[in-house]
């Protein structure tokens, strides 16, 4: 997990989150917020790729323009990109180094199912490590 990861970030994509109006909010299936959950918390990048769908909600970004705004390597948020693409979270307009991308239709859909993993990442965030 990123050290710099704070419950005051959580708060607002969430916040970020739940103003999205864009599609009425329906209950996403069992199966999408399994997708949801396993790409935003148990991997170590999740903090990091809800980062990127923070910032693609306002608008489209390309790799090289999302790695400034972050602070990142090119490459990590390349292989960021890349799992988001793969797992429908994001799609892309172009090729190569200039390629734009935007929100999935998809993940438009079930933008409201982040809740779940942004609650889950905070629990993870806060829960105190006990040696026995």
């Known amino acids: 997990m990123n050290g710099s990861m704070t419950n ?13 109006t864009k599609y009425e909010h329906h209950k996403s299936d069992k199966q999408t917020r399994k997708l949801l959950l396993y790409l935003f918390t148990s991997t170590r990048g999740g903090f990091t790729r809800l980062r990127i769908i923070a ?3 306002d608008k489209p970004y390309n790799t090289h ?3 400034q705004m972050l602070q990142l390597d090119y490459k990590a948020v390349q292989h960021h990109m890349e799992v988001l ?7 892309k ?8 991308f935007y929100l999935s239709n998809f993940l438009e859909m079930n933008i409201h199912a982040l809740n779940d993993a942004i609650d889950k990442l905070d629990r993870k965030m806060n829960r105190k490590k006990v040696y026995l």
């Open 8 to 20: 005051t970030q959580l708060l607002e994509f969430k916040q970020i989150i739940n103003s999205r």
């Open 55 to 57: 910032l693609l909600l």
């Open 65 to 67: 323009q999302l790695s």
């Open 85 to 91: 693409e793969k797992n429908n979270m994001v799609s």
């Open 93 to 100: 307009i172009g090729e190569r180094y200039g390629a734009i």
